[in-house]
Protein backbone atom coordinates (compact mmCIF):
# COMPACT_ATOMS: atom_id res chain seq x y z
CA UNK A 1 0.00 0.00 0.00
CA UNK A 2 1.61 3.37 -0.94
CA UNK A 3 1.38 6.51 0.96
CA UNK A 4 -0.56 9.47 0.17
CA UNK A 5 2.20 11.51 0.36
CA UNK A 6 5.80 11.71 -0.63
CA UNK A 7 8.11 13.38 2.19
CA UNK A 8 10.96 15.49 0.88
CA UNK A 9 13.30 17.95 3.02
CA UNK A 10 10.41 17.41 5.75
CA UNK A 11 7.12 18.93 3.25
CA UNK A 12 4.60 16.33 3.01
CA UNK A 13 3.65 16.42 -0.92
CA UNK A 14 0.64 14.69 -1.86
CA UNK A 15 0.77 11.80 -4.04
CA UNK A 16 -1.52 11.24 -7.56
CA UNK A 17 -1.46 9.72 -10.95
CA UNK A 18 1.41 11.11 -11.95
CA UNK A 19 3.68 11.00 -9.20
CA UNK A 20 6.32 8.36 -10.30
CA UNK A 21 9.13 9.48 -8.32
CA UNK A 22 10.76 6.66 -6.50
CA UNK A 23 12.67 6.18 -2.91
CA UNK A 24 15.86 5.88 -4.94
CA UNK A 25 15.78 8.96 -6.81
CA UNK A 26 14.75 10.73 -3.39
CA UNK A 27 17.60 9.29 -1.80
CA UNK A 28 20.16 11.10 -3.96
CA UNK A 29 18.56 14.68 -3.83
CA UNK A 30 20.81 14.95 -0.60
CA UNK A 31 24.25 14.26 -2.07
CA UNK A 32 24.92 17.23 -4.18
CA UNK A 33 27.74 16.06 -5.56
CA UNK A 34 28.57 19.71 -7.22
CA UNK A 35 29.16 21.12 -3.96
CA UNK A 36 31.53 18.47 -2.13
CA UNK A 37 35.23 20.12 -2.69
CA UNK A 38 37.27 16.90 -3.98
CA UNK A 39 34.31 15.96 -6.02
CA UNK A 40 35.51 15.35 -9.62
CA UNK A 41 31.85 17.51 -10.39
CA UNK A 42 32.95 20.18 -8.16
CA UNK A 43 36.17 20.67 -9.36
CA UNK A 44 34.51 20.94 -12.43
CA UNK A 45 32.32 23.65 -11.28
CA UNK A 46 35.05 25.72 -9.42
CA UNK A 47 37.20 25.86 -12.76
CA UNK A 48 34.21 26.83 -14.93
CA UNK A 49 33.47 29.21 -12.57
CA UNK A 50 37.10 30.67 -12.29
CA UNK A 51 36.89 31.15 -15.84
CA UNK A 52 33.57 33.25 -16.05
CA UNK A 53 35.11 35.01 -12.90
CA UNK A 54 32.81 38.28 -13.14
CA UNK A 55 29.95 36.13 -13.70
CA UNK A 56 27.15 35.90 -10.31
CA UNK A 57 27.01 32.15 -9.18
CA UNK A 58 23.62 30.60 -8.14
CA UNK A 59 24.52 27.05 -6.60
CA UNK A 60 21.17 26.68 -3.81
CA UNK A 61 18.13 26.81 -5.59
CA UNK A 62 15.95 24.05 -4.53
CA UNK A 63 15.37 20.47 -6.57
CA UNK A 64 11.57 20.97 -6.35
CA UNK A 65 10.08 23.14 -8.48
CA UNK A 66 6.69 23.27 -10.07
CA UNK A 67 5.78 22.18 -13.67
CA UNK A 68 5.11 26.40 -14.65
CA UNK A 69 8.83 26.64 -13.51
CA UNK A 70 10.21 23.49 -15.53
CA UNK A 71 8.23 23.87 -18.58
CA UNK A 72 5.53 26.86 -18.77
CA UNK A 73 7.71 30.02 -18.20
CA UNK A 74 10.52 28.51 -21.02
CA UNK A 75 7.53 27.77 -23.42
CA UNK A 76 7.58 24.56 -23.48
CA UNK A 77 4.55 23.68 -25.72
CA UNK A 78 1.77 21.49 -23.98
CA UNK A 79 2.85 18.64 -25.92
CA UNK A 80 6.47 18.62 -25.94
CA UNK A 81 7.82 15.15 -24.56
CA UNK A 82 9.84 16.50 -21.76
CA UNK A 83 6.65 16.54 -20.06
CA UNK A 84 6.17 12.78 -20.29
CA UNK A 85 5.71 10.67 -17.32
CA UNK A 86 8.34 8.56 -19.02
CA UNK A 87 10.64 11.01 -19.39
CA UNK A 88 10.32 13.31 -16.42
CA UNK A 89 10.04 12.72 -12.31
CA UNK A 90 6.85 13.90 -11.20
CA UNK A 91 5.91 14.45 -7.36
CA UNK A 92 2.71 14.84 -7.98
CA UNK A 93 0.63 16.83 -11.40
CA UNK A 94 1.66 20.66 -10.52
CA UNK A 95 5.63 19.93 -8.73
CA UNK A 96 8.19 17.86 -10.26
CA UNK A 97 11.97 17.26 -9.48
CA UNK A 98 13.65 19.85 -12.10
CA UNK A 99 14.62 18.50 -15.68
CA UNK A 100 17.18 21.12 -16.05
CA UNK A 101 18.92 24.10 -14.55
CA UNK A 102 16.48 26.27 -17.17
CA UNK A 103 13.85 25.57 -14.46
CA UNK A 104 15.42 28.49 -12.46
CA UNK A 105 16.22 30.97 -15.10
CA UNK A 106 13.28 33.31 -14.90
CA UNK A 107 14.24 33.78 -10.65
CA UNK A 108 18.19 34.04 -11.79
CA UNK A 109 16.83 37.01 -13.90
CA UNK A 110 14.48 38.70 -11.43
CA UNK A 111 17.24 38.94 -9.03
CA UNK A 112 18.82 41.82 -11.53
CA UNK A 113 22.29 39.97 -12.67
CA UNK A 114 22.83 40.39 -16.24
CA UNK A 115 25.53 37.58 -16.21
CA UNK A 116 25.32 34.02 -14.04
CA UNK A 117 25.68 30.55 -13.80
CA UNK A 118 23.48 28.26 -11.90
CA UNK A 119 24.80 25.04 -10.95
CA UNK A 120 22.59 21.77 -10.02
CA UNK A 121 21.61 18.26 -9.74
CA UNK A 122 18.97 17.52 -12.56
CA UNK A 123 16.35 14.44 -12.69
CA UNK A 124 15.60 12.59 -16.00
CA UNK A 125 13.94 9.16 -16.41
CA UNK A 126 16.77 7.80 -18.34
CA UNK A 127 17.72 4.34 -20.24
CA UNK A 128 20.56 2.29 -18.07
CA UNK A 129 24.43 2.46 -19.96
CA UNK A 130 27.72 3.77 -18.95
CA UNK A 131 27.03 7.11 -19.85
CA UNK A 132 23.40 7.66 -18.92
CA UNK A 133 22.56 8.20 -15.34
CA UNK A 134 18.74 9.79 -13.29
CA UNK A 135 20.60 12.22 -11.51
CA UNK A 136 22.60 14.09 -13.49
CA UNK A 137 24.69 17.60 -13.02
CA UNK A 138 24.16 20.92 -14.96
CA UNK A 139 25.06 24.16 -15.05
CA UNK A 140 23.56 27.41 -16.65
CA UNK A 141 25.26 29.65 -17.94
CA UNK A 142 23.14 33.34 -19.04
CA UNK A 143 24.51 36.97 -20.61
CA UNK A 144 22.45 39.64 -21.21
CA UNK A 145 22.98 42.89 -22.95
CA UNK A 146 20.93 45.86 -23.46
CA UNK A 147 19.24 45.82 -26.79
CA UNK A 148 20.11 49.59 -27.85
CA UNK A 149 24.20 49.08 -26.64
CA UNK A 150 24.34 45.41 -27.48
CA UNK A 151 26.84 45.77 -30.47
CA UNK A 152 29.08 48.35 -28.62
CA UNK A 153 29.07 45.79 -25.01
CA UNK A 154 30.07 42.78 -26.81
CA UNK A 155 32.88 44.44 -28.92
CA UNK A 156 34.22 45.51 -25.28
CA UNK A 157 33.11 42.14 -23.80
CA UNK A 158 35.63 40.26 -26.35
CA UNK A 159 38.16 43.23 -26.97
CA UNK A 160 39.43 42.55 -23.01
CA UNK A 161 38.63 38.83 -23.23
CA UNK A 162 40.62 38.16 -25.64
CA UNK A 163 42.22 34.11 -25.35
CA UNK A 164 46.04 33.87 -24.85
CA UNK A 165 45.21 30.25 -24.90
CA UNK A 166 46.86 27.42 -26.96
CA UNK A 167 45.27 23.83 -27.67
CA UNK A 168 45.22 20.81 -30.06
CA UNK A 169 41.64 21.65 -30.40
CA UNK A 170 39.60 20.93 -33.86
CA UNK A 171 36.82 22.89 -33.92
CA UNK A 172 34.36 22.46 -36.41
CA UNK A 173 31.19 25.08 -37.04
CA UNK A 174 29.05 25.02 -40.28
CA UNK A 175 25.94 26.16 -38.53
CA UNK A 176 23.99 28.45 -40.30
CA UNK A 177 21.27 30.67 -39.77
CA UNK A 178 17.95 29.31 -41.69
CA UNK A 179 14.49 29.12 -41.63
CA UNK A 180 14.81 25.66 -39.61
CA UNK A 181 17.02 27.87 -36.65
CA UNK A 182 15.83 31.36 -36.85
CA UNK A 183 17.03 34.50 -35.82
CA UNK A 184 13.58 35.95 -33.67
CA UNK A 185 11.85 38.22 -35.37
CA UNK A 186 11.74 40.51 -32.62
CA UNK A 187 15.89 40.77 -32.97
CA UNK A 188 17.53 42.82 -35.43
CA UNK A 189 19.85 40.49 -37.50
CA UNK A 190 23.06 42.28 -36.78
CA UNK A 191 22.12 42.53 -33.04
CA UNK A 192 21.17 38.91 -32.88
CA UNK A 193 24.59 37.98 -34.82
CA UNK A 194 26.85 39.71 -32.39
CA UNK A 195 24.80 38.24 -29.82
CA UNK A 196 25.35 34.56 -31.49
CA UNK A 197 29.05 35.35 -32.00
CA UNK A 198 29.56 36.27 -28.37
CA UNK A 199 28.23 33.03 -27.12
CA UNK A 200 30.19 30.93 -29.70
CA UNK A 201 33.23 32.66 -28.92
CA UNK A 202 32.53 32.44 -24.90
CA UNK A 203 31.79 28.44 -25.45
CA UNK A 204 34.76 27.74 -27.72
CA UNK A 205 37.54 30.04 -25.20
CA UNK A 206 35.56 27.50 -22.19
CA UNK A 207 36.39 24.87 -24.23
CA UNK A 208 40.24 25.45 -24.88
CA UNK A 209 40.72 26.14 -20.91
CA UNK A 210 39.27 22.82 -19.97
CA UNK A 211 40.91 20.47 -22.77
CA UNK A 212 44.53 22.52 -22.94
CA UNK A 213 45.97 19.58 -21.66
CA UNK A 214 44.08 17.32 -24.16
CA UNK A 215 45.80 16.16 -27.37
CA UNK A 216 43.31 16.56 -30.79
CA UNK A 217 40.30 17.26 -29.07
CA UNK A 218 37.17 16.90 -31.65
CA UNK A 219 34.59 19.46 -31.02
CA UNK A 220 31.40 20.54 -33.32
CA UNK A 221 28.54 22.81 -33.43
CA UNK A 222 25.24 21.61 -34.76
CA UNK A 223 21.64 22.89 -35.06
CA UNK A 224 19.35 22.23 -32.39
CA UNK A 225 15.99 22.92 -30.97
CA UNK A 226 15.23 24.16 -27.88
CA UNK A 227 12.06 25.93 -26.63
CA UNK A 228 13.64 28.73 -24.95
CA UNK A 229 16.41 29.61 -27.40
CA UNK A 230 16.09 30.51 -31.00
CA UNK A 231 18.71 30.36 -32.79
CA UNK A 232 19.80 27.47 -30.75
CA UNK A 233 22.81 24.62 -31.47
CA UNK A 234 24.69 21.76 -29.53
CA UNK A 235 28.53 21.23 -28.78
CA UNK A 236 29.72 17.80 -29.34
CA UNK A 237 32.95 16.58 -28.57
CA UNK A 238 34.10 12.85 -29.44
CA UNK A 239 34.86 10.78 -26.97
CA UNK A 240 35.52 6.86 -27.26
CA UNK A 241 34.45 6.42 -30.61
CA UNK A 242 31.48 8.66 -30.61
CA UNK A 243 30.50 12.23 -30.30
CA UNK A 244 28.74 13.18 -26.90
CA UNK A 245 26.70 16.31 -27.06
CA UNK A 246 27.69 18.12 -23.83
CA UNK A 247 25.87 21.76 -24.29
CA UNK A 248 22.97 23.24 -25.17
CA UNK A 249 22.93 26.91 -26.24
CA UNK A 250 21.00 29.88 -28.05
CA UNK A 251 19.52 33.31 -28.00
CA UNK A 252 17.33 33.81 -25.62
CA UNK A 253 13.60 34.11 -26.43
CA UNK A 254 12.64 37.38 -25.96
CA UNK A 255 9.38 36.05 -23.88
CA UNK A 256 11.72 34.69 -21.36
CA UNK A 257 13.25 38.29 -20.36
CA UNK A 258 10.34 40.02 -21.02
CA UNK A 259 8.27 38.45 -18.01
CA UNK A 260 11.19 38.22 -16.02
CA UNK A 261 11.05 42.09 -16.24
CA UNK A 262 14.04 42.66 -18.47
CA UNK A 263 12.58 43.73 -21.56
CA UNK A 264 15.18 45.62 -22.75
CA UNK A 265 17.87 43.24 -22.68
CA UNK A 266 18.74 40.00 -25.41
CA UNK A 267 20.92 37.84 -24.25
CA UNK A 268 22.35 34.54 -24.66
CA UNK A 269 21.89 30.99 -22.43
CA UNK A 270 24.21 27.54 -22.53
CA UNK A 271 23.65 24.30 -20.54
CA UNK A 272 26.49 22.20 -19.82
CA UNK A 273 26.28 18.70 -18.66
CA UNK A 274 28.87 18.39 -15.95
CA UNK A 275 29.38 14.71 -16.19
CA UNK A 276 29.78 14.38 -20.12
CA UNK A 277 33.12 17.00 -19.31
CA UNK A 278 34.15 15.32 -16.02
CA UNK A 279 34.49 11.54 -17.93
CA UNK A 280 36.63 13.12 -20.28
CA UNK A 281 38.57 15.05 -18.28
CA UNK A 282 38.83 12.61 -15.22
CA UNK A 283 39.01 10.01 -17.56
CA UNK A 284 36.01 8.52 -16.31
CA UNK A 285 34.69 5.45 -18.13
CA UNK A 286 31.29 4.68 -16.52
CA UNK A 287 29.10 7.43 -14.88
CA UNK A 288 27.98 5.53 -12.11
CA UNK A 289 31.24 5.96 -10.33
CA UNK A 290 30.21 9.67 -9.76
CA UNK A 291 28.23 8.52 -6.97
CA UNK A 292 30.30 5.96 -5.41
CA UNK A 293 31.27 6.44 -1.52
CA UNK A 294 33.87 4.38 -2.21
CA UNK A 295 37.65 6.04 -0.56
CA UNK A 296 39.90 4.32 -3.66
CA UNK A 297 37.33 6.40 -5.76
CA UNK A 298 37.01 9.61 -3.81
CA UNK A 299 40.69 9.65 -2.31
CA UNK A 300 41.86 9.83 -5.76
CA UNK A 301 41.17 13.43 -6.20
CA UNK A 302 42.32 16.64 -5.02
CA UNK A 303 40.76 20.17 -5.13
CA UNK A 304 41.07 22.20 -8.30
CA UNK A 305 43.04 19.48 -9.70
CA UNK A 306 42.44 17.47 -13.31
CA UNK A 307 44.11 13.59 -11.92
CA UNK A 308 43.27 11.07 -14.12
CA UNK A 309 41.29 8.64 -12.64
CA UNK A 310 42.79 5.27 -12.33
CA UNK A 311 41.13 1.73 -12.04
CA UNK A 312 41.03 -0.05 -8.83
CA UNK A 313 39.52 -2.77 -10.26
CA UNK A 314 37.06 -4.02 -13.02
CA UNK A 315 34.83 -6.87 -11.51
CA UNK A 316 33.31 -9.54 -13.43
CA UNK A 317 30.00 -9.00 -14.69
CA UNK A 318 26.54 -11.26 -14.27
CA UNK A 319 24.51 -11.29 -17.08
CA UNK A 320 20.79 -12.23 -17.18
CA UNK A 321 18.01 -11.92 -19.63
CA UNK A 322 14.62 -11.03 -18.90
CA UNK A 323 11.38 -11.90 -21.42
CA UNK A 324 7.85 -11.09 -21.60
CA UNK A 325 4.35 -11.35 -23.56
CA UNK A 326 2.78 -7.82 -23.70
CA UNK A 327 -0.33 -7.56 -23.28
CA UNK A 328 -1.97 -6.02 -26.67
CA UNK A 329 -4.11 -3.79 -25.18
CA UNK A 330 -1.65 -2.24 -23.25
CA UNK A 331 1.47 -2.33 -25.66
CA UNK A 332 0.98 1.74 -26.82
CA UNK A 333 1.89 2.17 -23.45
CA UNK A 334 5.00 0.35 -23.29
CA UNK A 335 8.18 2.52 -22.87
CA UNK A 336 11.60 1.41 -21.93
CA UNK A 337 12.40 3.95 -19.47
CA UNK A 338 9.60 2.49 -17.80
CA UNK A 339 10.83 -0.79 -17.56
CA UNK A 340 14.81 0.87 -16.69
CA UNK A 341 13.14 2.51 -13.80
CA UNK A 342 12.16 -1.51 -12.55
CA UNK A 343 15.37 -2.57 -12.93
CA UNK A 344 17.16 0.79 -11.35
CA UNK A 345 14.64 0.63 -8.09
CA UNK A 346 15.42 -3.11 -7.53
CA UNK A 347 19.26 -2.99 -8.49
CA UNK A 348 20.10 0.80 -7.98
CA UNK A 349 24.29 1.20 -9.34
CA UNK A 350 24.77 -2.62 -9.46
CA UNK A 351 23.27 -2.65 -13.77
CA UNK A 352 25.68 -1.21 -15.51
CA UNK A 353 23.85 -1.60 -18.73
CA UNK A 354 20.30 -2.83 -20.02
CA UNK A 355 19.80 -4.03 -23.88
CA UNK A 356 16.78 -4.75 -25.63
CA UNK A 357 18.29 -8.00 -27.48
CA UNK A 358 15.17 -9.22 -29.07
CA UNK A 359 11.88 -7.87 -30.10
CA UNK A 360 9.56 -10.61 -31.81
CA UNK A 361 5.98 -10.32 -32.98
CA UNK A 362 4.36 -13.73 -32.77
CA UNK A 363 2.89 -14.86 -36.11
CA UNK A 364 -0.27 -16.30 -34.96
CA UNK A 365 -0.81 -14.45 -31.70
CA UNK A 366 0.35 -10.98 -32.38
CA UNK A 367 1.46 -10.86 -29.65
CA UNK A 368 4.98 -9.02 -29.41
CA UNK A 369 7.67 -10.35 -27.00
CA UNK A 370 10.56 -8.61 -26.18
CA UNK A 371 13.83 -9.78 -24.25
CA UNK A 372 16.04 -7.34 -22.32
CA UNK A 373 19.91 -8.36 -21.40
CA UNK A 374 20.52 -6.77 -17.97
CA UNK A 375 24.88 -6.33 -17.67
CA UNK A 376 25.07 -6.78 -13.53
CA UNK A 377 28.33 -5.38 -12.40
CA UNK A 378 29.34 -4.06 -9.16
CA UNK A 379 31.74 -0.93 -8.94
CA UNK A 380 33.86 -2.07 -5.92
CA UNK A 381 32.91 -5.79 -5.55
CA UNK A 382 32.58 -9.60 -7.21
CA UNK A 383 29.08 -9.87 -7.10
CA UNK A 384 27.42 -13.50 -6.48
CA UNK A 385 25.26 -15.69 -8.81
CA UNK A 386 22.79 -16.18 -5.71
CA UNK A 387 22.76 -12.67 -4.32
CA UNK A 388 22.07 -11.19 -8.92
CA UNK A 389 19.69 -14.34 -8.83
CA UNK A 390 17.39 -12.50 -5.80
CA UNK A 391 18.03 -9.07 -7.30
CA UNK A 392 16.21 -10.31 -10.67
CA UNK A 393 13.60 -12.29 -8.93
CA UNK A 394 12.48 -9.16 -7.30
CA UNK A 395 13.06 -7.59 -11.04
CA UNK A 396 11.09 -9.98 -12.55
CA UNK A 397 7.73 -9.94 -9.87
CA UNK A 398 7.41 -6.11 -10.19
CA UNK A 399 7.77 -5.89 -14.05
CA UNK A 400 5.39 -8.83 -14.16
CA UNK A 401 2.97 -6.30 -11.80
CA UNK A 402 3.87 -2.83 -12.87
CA UNK A 403 4.27 -3.44 -16.28
CA UNK A 404 0.85 -5.69 -17.21
CA UNK A 405 3.14 -8.32 -18.86
CA UNK A 406 3.41 -12.24 -18.66
CA UNK A 407 7.57 -13.28 -18.12
CA UNK A 408 8.59 -16.28 -20.27
Known amino acids: MYSKTSLIFGNAYPRDKLTNVTPSILSKITRQLYLQQYHPISILRNRIESHFNKFHYFNSFNPIVTTIQNFDELGFPANHPGRSTTDSYYINKSIMLRTHTSA ?19 YRRDEIDTCHYPVFHQMEGVQIFSINKAIEEIAYDMQISTSQQHCHINTDDNTVISITNPIQSCHPIEIANAITSHLKYSLNELVKMLFIDEKNLQVRWVDAYFPFTSPSWEMEIFYQGKWLEVCGCGVITQDILNNAGQSDKIGWAFGLGLERI ?29 IKFKPFSKYPSCIKDLSFWMNNDKEHEFHITNFCEIVRDIAEDLVEDVKLVDDFMHPKTKKRSLCFRINYRSMDRTCTNEEINGIQDKIRKSVAEKLDVTLR
Open 104 to 122: HQCQALQTGAEKFLISADV
Open 278 to 306: AMVLFNIPDIRLFWSKDPRFINQFTSNEI
